[in-house]
């Protein structure tokens, strides 16, 4: 058998990725990623002058070509049509990730009624998670997949959360404010439940496509520090055995690991990166 070098493992020259979610904090990371690897980002999110900026930016910095294109995942149609610029375009998709979800962020931004304890949490708010979170992943994966099928080959990373590993810890929420809406929040009963629902997704998947040599993992960051309290700053750090949130950046390498051939053996598996939170 021949031996590949570890950098070979980690390439993606040539290879191209989708990123739903591609214009958020994240999601531009992970395309800044797959770029920085030698692959071709597509940055699929609500808002055309949001991800084409992002992919303009990708490909000055980086040198290989980027592209941004506006869909709502939760709409078959754009999907399908999403799937369809980016295969008329790059003539394949070897990459999907699946990163684009309604978060507390983007929920405190929306509406504080997100944060709702669980005996008063709105059902339109729940049902809303249910559709971004679980089912545009559900259209995505699946139009995506059919691509990566006909190819013979492809890879699916699903993000996640620890709050779908475990159960959110409470108590770190107490007195503490978004810094988004600048209100209370916390980590909701959609966010969490839906999280987890992520996580066998991707296990159903990873036995189902197995024999098509499409590989499908998830991956479960911990909380990015993004502007937060200090209250709430602190109580997360206590929480966790390294002592600090992650830094935006600190998810790029387990990403690559994921979507590359150096994760060639590993299937149907959920990667916690978390500083510790679940160790304990």
Request: charge should be positive.
């Given at each position: 058998m021949?031996v590949?070098?570890?950098?070979k ?5 040539g ?14 990371r ?10 071709h ?7 055309k002058?949001?991800v084409?900026?992002?992919a303009?930016?990708?490909?000055e910095t980086?040198?290989v ?18 799937v369809?610029k980016t295969?008329?375009?790059?003539r394949?998709?070897?990459?999907l990730?699946?990163?684009a ?10 509406s504080?009624k997100y ?15 249910l559709k971004v ?5 559900f ?6 997949g ?10 699916v990373?699903n993000?996640?959360?620890t ?12 007195n503490v404010r978004s810094?988004?809406?600048g ?10 439940t ?5 996580i066998?997704?991707?296990?159903y ?9 499409i590989r499908v993992n998830?991956?479960?960051p911990g909380g990015v520090?993004d502007?937060h309290?200090k ?13 600090r ?5 600190e998810?790029?390498?387990?990403v ?6 150096a994760?060639s053996?590993?299937?149907g ?10 160790a304990?």
């Amino acid at each position: 058998m021949k031996v590949k070098s570890v950098k070979k493992m980690f390439d993606l020259t040539g290879k191209v990725a989708v990123i739903t979610g591609g214009g958020g904090m994240l999601g531009v990371r992970h395309a800044e990623a797959i770029a920085e690897a030698g692959g071709h980002a597509v940055l699929a999110d609500l808002g055309k002058e949001r991800v084409s900026s992002a992919a303009r930016s990708i490909t000055e910095t980086f040198g290989v070509e980027a592209m941004g294109i506006s869909v709502d995942i939760t709409r078959k149609k754009e999907v399908e049509r999403m799937v369809r610029k980016t295969v008329a375009r790059f003539r394949r998709i070897d990459i999907l990730i699946n990163n684009a979800a309604l978060t507390v962020k983007g929920g405190g931004e929306d509406s504080e009624k997100y944060f709702f304890p669980f005996e008063k949490y709105p059902l339109d708010l729940w049902e809303r998670a249910l559709k971004v979170n679980l089912t545009g992943m559900f259209l995505c994966t699946q139009a995506v997949g059919k691509v990566m099928a006909r190819q013979g080959r492809g890879v699916v990373l699903n993000i996640a959360s620890t709050a779908g590993v475990v159960g959110p810890d409470h108590r770190i929420y107490r007195n503490v404010r978004s810094p988004y809406s600048g209100k209370p929040f916390n980590t909701p009963v959609s966010y969490s439940t839906t999280k987890a629902g992520v996580i066998n997704f991707t296990r159903y998947l990873a036995t189902y496509w197995a024999h098509k040599n499409i590989r499908v993992n998830v991956l479960s960051p911990g909380g990015v520090y993004d502007g937060h309290d200090k209250t709430f700053v602190k109580n997360y750090s206590l929480r966790v055995p390294l002592g600090r949130m992650a830094d935006r950046d600190e998810y790029k390498g387990a990403v690559l690991f994921l979507v590359s051939d150096a994760s060639s053996y590993m299937t149907g598996a959920n990667l916690i990166v978390d500083g510790g939170w679940t160790a304990w």
